[in-house]
C-alpha cells in the first residue's frame, strides 16, 4: 500500500499509546481519517451538557484546561492535558453530553478522530479498549475528585482496579436476574425480612402495572429507617428513593460504574424498553473485579509458607501498579504500599519464626522488635525499594549472649531471604537485620545511637541518617517508641551539633536549578541530558523533615507528617515548609509515573528523568517543586547556622 | 471590494469563452466563485493549501518538480485529502538544488508531465479557495500553464499567506526582532514563531502542510480582531495577479 506522504505527522500518532500498537498499515488508514485542529487560547473547544462529542481529540502542541461548572457557575478545575494525551473519549463512548468543559489553556492543535472510526477502533482492539477503559475510570474520577474532595482509588467499596476487570464485560454478565420486587404499602419490616431471607441488598417497589416505583437499599434501611427511628410497620413507600436509574443489559460494566458513581447511587436498575430484567449493585461490580486489596490482605495473612507468600508477589505488584496508575495523593498511595508491605513483613516474621522451631532452634529467646528503615521505615515505598531493615532484641541473659545473637542472625536472614523472594532486593549497603552490625541487643542500640549523636562525623551521621527514620513493625512495639523517645531526647535541644551537623550533611544535595531558574542537568555519561529525581530532588526533603522533626522531638517517621507538624510548629516558615510538602508529593508522582514507563517498557526502573521528555504543565511544576526545596533549604541553613560549621 | 472585483473578471472571461467548447476542469474552474459570498465566516469556507517545489527560483527558467497540497474545510485539516504529485521536469535537474528538496532525478522521470499534474490539481482544487505562502511565484506557474491549456488563468479566490500574515502581525516600527531579523515573514521564520513541529520542510505537501497550520492561525487571529469575514480576508491577504 502507497506509505502516508506526511512523516512527521504518522510519527508523532505512532508515538502515542494506544496507536503504538497499530501495525503500519492500519496508522496509516488510522491517521488518513484524522483530521488537524488548532484552537486558540482561551477557545471553548467542549462544553459541559453540551452536543456530544464528534471526535476524540489527541493534543498534538499546548494544554487544555478540563472543567466542571457547578450549579452555581464556578469553576472547578478537574485536570489539565498536553500534548499526547486525550479528551473527548467519555462522551464519545458514551454517546452523551459532554462531561466536562474543555478549553485551550495554550494555543492548541489538536488531532481529531471522527468517532466512528474511534469506536470501530475501540470495538477491534484490546489496547484501544483498555486504554479508554482507564480514561474513562479517570474522569469518573475526576468528577468525583471535585464534588467530594477525595478520590476513591481505593474506597471501601474496592473500587481499585474496576476499570481492569470490567472491560469488555457487558451489564448483563453481572447483573442479578432476579429481583426482589414488593408493592408499595409492603411495611418495612416485612420488605426487610424478604431481603434478609434471599440474601440480597435491596427490594424494588413496583405498582399494580408492575413499572418499578422505588427502590429500597439496604443501606437505606440503616440510614433512614433504623437511624430515623421510622415504625417498622410504616409501608416501603414511605421511605423508598423513587429516583430510579436504569441501564441497558447490553451496555459495559463501565458504564454502570460510571452511571452510580455520577448519581451516587449503589443500585442501577437493569430494563429492556419497559422490561425490568435485572438489578446491578456497587457490590456486583466490586466483586467482578476480583482484586480488591482487602482480599490480597486476607490471602497474605492466611499464607503459611513462604512459597505461597512469594505466589501472591504477582498480584501485590499489579494491585501496586493499578492503584498508583488510578493516581491520587502521593502521600495515600505510597501509604497504601507500605500497608502491604508490612503485612508481608509481619508474616515472614511468623513464617521464620515456624521455621526456626521446625529446625529445632526453638523459640526466640526473647521478646524483639523488627525495625523498618529508610523509606520502608517512612512509609514511603514505591514500586522498585531495596529492603532496610534491622532488629532489635530484649538483653539476653548474662553469658547467653553469643546465643542469642546467633539465633536472630539466622532469623534475620530467613526474613530478608522472604523479602528477596517477594522482590525486595538486598541492600547493596547491608543495611539488614541479618547483618551482625544491624542486628543487636536493646542496650546495645541505646549505646549505639547515644553515641552516633554525640560524636558527629562522617560515617556516625550517615548512619543515623539511615537508621533514624526507624519504625517498629513487630512484635515488640514498645522497645521502638522507647528507643525513639531516647533518640528524641537525645538530639534535642535547639541546636544541637549533632543536629547542626545533620542539617549541614542534609544541604549536600542541591536541587538542580540554575541561576535563571533553568533545569542544570547532567552533562556526560549515561545520563545525559536528565536530572536525578531522587538524589537532588527527594532526599533534601526527606533530610529537612528528619533534621527538624528530631529536634521537635516528632514520634512519626512520614515525611508528609512530619512536614506537617514542622508547619504547624513555626520553627521555619510555615508557607515554606507547605510549599515543600507539595513539592515532594508532586516528585513523587513524577517518580511513581516514571517508573511505571519504565516498566511498561521493560526498561529497568531508575530515578533520572530527561525534563525535555516532560509537559509544559510538568515542566512548570517541577521547576516549581525545586525553586520551593531550595527555598526550604535556605531556611534550614539559616535556622542552625550551618556555613558556621567546619567541614567534618 | 476585492470579490466584486473577482466576480467582474469571472463575469468577463466567462462571457468572452462563451461560445467555447471547455473541458469539465475548465467549466468547473469558471463558477468557482458561485456560492461564495463577503460576509462568510473565514472558518467556514473551503481552501487548498498548496506548495510547488521547483528546480530553482527563477519563475521563468525553473522547472516544477512536484506538487503538494491539502484541504482546510470547516477549519479543519484533511489528512485524508492529500494531494501529492512529482512532476518530470523534461530536463535534468541541477545537483544544487537537489540538496534543497532532496528530489533525485530518478524519482521524476517516470513521473507524469506539468500538465498532467496541473489537470488533476485544478480537478482537486475545485472551486476552494486557493491558498499558498508567498503566492505569486507558485502562481506564476499555475496561471501560465491554465492560460496556455485554456486561455484565462484560474478563477478561485487566491490568499497568500505571507500578505496575511503581514497584515495581521506588522513589523515592529522601531528596531528590529533579532529572531527574525532576515526574513520575518519567511515560512522558515513562521515555522519557528508558531513553533510548528509538523511537516517537513521542502517537500511540497510538508511546506503545504505548514503553510495550512499557518493559515489556521491567522483564521483564529482574523476572528479574534473581529475581522472573520470573507472580506475582511480578501481584503488583507488576497493575491492580486499582475496583469499579464
Redesign the interface.
Given at each position: 500500500m502507497l506509505q502516508f506522504?506526511?512523516?512527521?505527522?504518522l510519527e508523532?500518532v505512532r508515538g502515542v499509546a494506544p496507536f503504538s500498537a497499530l501495525d503500519e498499515g492500519e496508522l496509516a488508514a488510522v491517521?488518513?481519517?484524522?483530521?488537524?485542529?488548532?484552537?486558540?487560547a482561551g477557545?471553548a473547544i467542549l462544553r459541559m451538557g453540551g452536543e456530544p462529542a464528534l471526535h476524540l481529540y489527541l493534543v498534538?502542541?499546548g494544554l487544555v484546561r478540563v472543567h466542571l461548572s457547578d450549579e452555581d457557575g464556578a469553576e472547578i478545575l478537574v485536570d489539565f492535558r498536553s500534548e499526547g494525551e486525550f479528551f473527548g473519549s467519555v462522551s464519545l463512548l458514551q454517546g452523551k453530553q459532554a462531561l466536562f468543559n474543555v478549553t485551550a489553556e495554550e494555543?492548541v492543535?489538536a488531532f481529531?478522530l471522527p468517532a466512528e472510526d474511534f469506536k470501530a477502533l475501540v470495538e477491534s482492539h484490546l489496547e484501544f479498549k483498555r486504554h479508554f477503559a482507564y480514561s474513562l475510570a479517570h474522569n469518573f474520577q475526576g468528577s468525583h475528585l471535585s464534588s467530594q474532595g477525595d478520590p476513591p482509588y481505593c474506597t471501601d467499596r474496592g473500587l481499585i482496579n474496576l476499570d481492569m476487570s470490567l472491560i469488555g464485560r457487558s451489564v448483563s454478565d453481572l447483573m442479578k436476574r432476579d429481583v426482589l420486587c414488593c408493592p408499595p404499602d409492603t411495611p418495612l419490616k416485612e420488605a426487610a425480612q424478604a431481603m434478609t431471607r434471599r440474601g440480597v441488598s435491596s427490594i424494588v417497589i413496583s405498582g399494580d402495572d408492575q413499572g418499578p416505583l422505588g427502590i429500597l437499599t439496604d443501606t437505606d434501611m440503616r440510614s433512614r429507617v433504623l437511624a430515623g427511628g421510622l415504625d417498622a410497620q410504616a409501608p416501603v413507600s414511605a421511605v423508598m428513593s423513587a429516583d430510579l436509574k436504569s441501564i441497558e443489559p447490553q451496555v459495559y460494566a463501565y458504564d454502570a460504574l460510571l452511571n452510580m458513581t455520577r448519581h451516587n447511587l449503589s443500585h442501577l436498575l437493569v430494563s429492556e424498553g419497559e422490561r425490568l430484567v435485572g438489578i446491578i449493585s456497587m457490590h456486583d461490580l466490586q466483586r467482578a473485579t476480583g482484586s480488591a486489596p482487602l482480599g490480597i490482605i486476607a490471602d497474605i495473612d492466611k499464607s503459611q509458607s513462604v512459597e505461597q507468600l512469594a505466589e501472591l508477589h504477582r498480584e501485590v505488584m499489579l494491585l501496586e501498579e493499578g492503584l498508583l496508575r488510578q493516581g491520587g495523593p502521593a502521600k495515600k498511595l505510597v501509604g497504601l504500599i507500605a500497608e502491604l508491605n508490612d503485612r508481608l513483613t509481619l508474616r515472614l516474621l511468623h513464617i521464620a519464626e515456624d521455621r526456626m522451631r521446625g529446625q529445632g532452634r526453638g523459640d526466640p529467646p526473647g521478646a524483639y522488635c523488627w525495625l523498618a528503615l529508610g523509606s520502608n521505615g517512612r512509609r514511603e515505598q514505591t514500586l522498585t525499594t531495596d529492603q532496610d531493615n534491622a532488629l532489635a532484641f530484649a538483653d539476653p541473659e548474662p553469658g547467653a549472649e553469643e546465643d542469642t545473637k546467633r539465633w536472630f542472625l539466622d532469623f534475620g536472614e530467613q526474613v530478608n531471604e522472604g523479602l528477596v523472594r517477594f522482590g525486595f532486593p538486598r541492600d547493596l549497603a547491608g543495611m539488614m537485620a541479618c547483618q551482625p552490625d544491624w542486628c543487636h541487643s536493646y542496650t546495645e542500640w541505646r549505646t549505639k545511637t547515644s553515641w552516633w549523636i554525640e560524636h558527629p562525623f562522617d560515617r556516625t551521621l550517615l548512619k543515623a541518617s539511615m537508621f533514624f527514620d526507624f519504625r517498629g513493625l513487630a512484635v515488640d512495639q514498645g522497645f521502638s517508641r522507647e528507643l525513639r523517645a531516647m533518640v528524641n531526647q537525645a538530639s534535642k535541644g535547639n541546636r544541637s551539633l549533632f543536629l547542626r551537623y545533620l542539617a549541614k550533611n542534609g544541604l549536600y544535595n542541591k536541587p538542580p536549578l540554575g541561576f535563571l531558574r533553568q533545569f542544570v542537568v547532567e552533562k556526560g555519561g549515561e545520563r545525559k541530558n536528565k536530572l536525578d529525581l531522587k538524589n537532588k530532588g527527594l532526599l533534601p526533603v526527606v533530610e529537612f523533615a528528619r533534621v527538624l522533626a528530631l529536634d521537635l522531638g516528632l514520634t512519626t517517621t512520614n515525611t508528609f507528617e512530619r512536614l506537617e507538624a514542622i508547619a504547624r510548629n513555626e520553627i521555619i516558615d510555615s508557607a515554606v515548609v507547605e510549599d515543600m510538602s507539595e513539592a515532594y508529593s508532586f516528585l513523587m508522582l513524577l517518580r511513581i509515573d516514571h517508573h511505571m514507563q519504565a516498566r511498561a517498557t521493560g526498561h529497568e526502573p531508575d530515578n533520572h528523568i530527561n525534563p525535555e521528555q516532560l509537559n509544559s504543565l510538568q515542566r512548570k511544576m517541577l521547576k516549581e517543586s525545586f525553586a520551593a526545596i531550595a527555598r526550604g533549604q535556605e531556611e534550614l541553613a539559616m535556622h542552625y547556622v550551618t556555613d558556621q560549621l567546619k567541614d567534618i | 471590494m476585492v470579490l466584486a472585483a473577482a466576480r467582474i473578471k469571472n463575469y468577463l472571461t466567462r462571457a468572452f469563452l462563451a461560445r467555447r467548447d471547455l473541458t469539465n476542469t475548465a467549466q468547473n474552474n469558471l463558477i468557482a466563485l458561485e456560492g461564495l459570498h463577503a460576509g462568510a465566516d473565514v472558518r467556514h469556507l473551503d481552501y487548498v493549501v498548496f506548495d510547488l517545489e521547483t528546480s530553482g527560483v527563477s519563475t521563468s527558467e525553473d522547472r516544477v518538480l512536484s506538487v503538494g497540497a491539502i484541504r482546510v474545510s470547516g477549519?479543519?485539516?484533511?489528512?485524508?485529502s492529500?494531494f501529492?504529485q512529482y512532476v518530470n521536469p523534461g530536463q535534468d535537474i541541477s545537483n544544487d538544488s537537489v540538496t534543497l528538496h532532496g528530489i533525485k532525478p530518478d524519482q521524476v522521470a517516470q513521473a507524469p508531465t506539468l500538465d498532467k499534474v496541473f489537470h488533476d490539481f485544478m480537478g482537486y482544487a475545485g472551486s476552494s479557495i486557493l491558498v499558498a505562502h508567498q503566492a505569486a511565484f507558485d502562481m506564476h506557474f499555475l496561471q501560465s500553464y491554465m492560460k496556455r491549456r485554456y486561455g484565462f488563468p484560474p478563477q478561485n479566490l487566491v490568499i497568500d499567506t505571507l500578505t496575511l500574515v503581514r497584515s495581521l502581525f506588522p513589523p515592529r516600527p522601531f528596531g528590529y526582532d533579532e529572531k527574525f531579523a532576515a526574513r520575518p515573514y519567511s515560512l522558515d521564520s513562521l515555522v519557528q514563531h508558531f513553533?510548528i513541529?509538523?511537516?517537513?520542510r521542502h517537500t511540497a505537501?510538508?511546506d503545504a502542510?505548514i503553510t495550512?497550520?499557518i493559515l489556521?492561525?491567522l483564521l483564529?487571529?482574523l476572528v479574534?480582531v473581529g475581522k472573520g469575514e470573507l472580506k475582511h480576508l480578501l481584503s488583507l491577504g488576497g493575491f492580486q495577479p499582475k496583469k499579464t
Open positions: 506522504p506526511l512523516p512527521r505527522v508523532f491517521v488518513k481519517s484524522m483530521k488537524i485542529a488548532f484552537f486558540p477557545e498534538h502542541s494555543d492543535i481529531l | 477549519g479543519l485539516i484533511d489528512l485524508d492529500c501529492h513553533d513541529k509538523l511537516g517537513v505537501l510538508g502542510l495550512a497550520l489556521q492561525r483564529a487571529r479574534k
